[in-house]
């Protein structure tokens, strides 16, 4: 059974940065592309970024609204994947979980993330 558990979220203000883990067990987590996404108050959980499997993780995509903002990586030896966020906004306020790109793994607790002032 694959558990994700995220890590990392807070309360940060405009303008501020915060680099979120996801460490991922009971998968085979380096043939598997990865994703973030997100759900804000009230709205659909979307996918704000993903990542390529150990083979093409170089390969990234990023959801309109996060580009230029955040970035995706992942360490394969450490079965983890993280999500640098930086020049935060209010709307990018709400949970943040990690999965595998289909998102068909069991969903984590997620992360909350609360931009501010």
């Known amino acids: 059974q694959v558990q994700l558990v995220e890590s990392g979220g807070g309360l940060v203000q405009p303008g501020g940065s915060l680099r979120l883990s996801c460490a991922v067990s009971?998968?085979?987590?380096?043939?598997?592309?990865m994703a973030w996404y997100r759900q804000a108050p009230g709205q659909e959980r979307e996918l704000v970024a993903g990542?390529?499997?150990?083979?093409?993780?170089?390969?990234?995509n990023y959801a309109d609204s996060v580009q230029g903002r955040f970035t995706i990586s992942r360490d394969n030896a450490k079965n983890t994947v993280y999500l640098q966020m930086d020049r935060l906004k209010p709307e990018d306020t709400g949970i943040y979980y990690c999965?595998?790109?289909?998102?068909?793994?069991?969903w984590g607790q997620g992360t909350q993330v609360t931009v501010s002032s």
């Open positions: 999965n595998r790109r289909t998102g068909d793994w069991n």
């Open positions: 990542i390529g499997s150990v083979a093409t993780s170089e390969l990234t």
């Open positions: 009971g998968g085979m987590f380096s043939f598997n592309a």
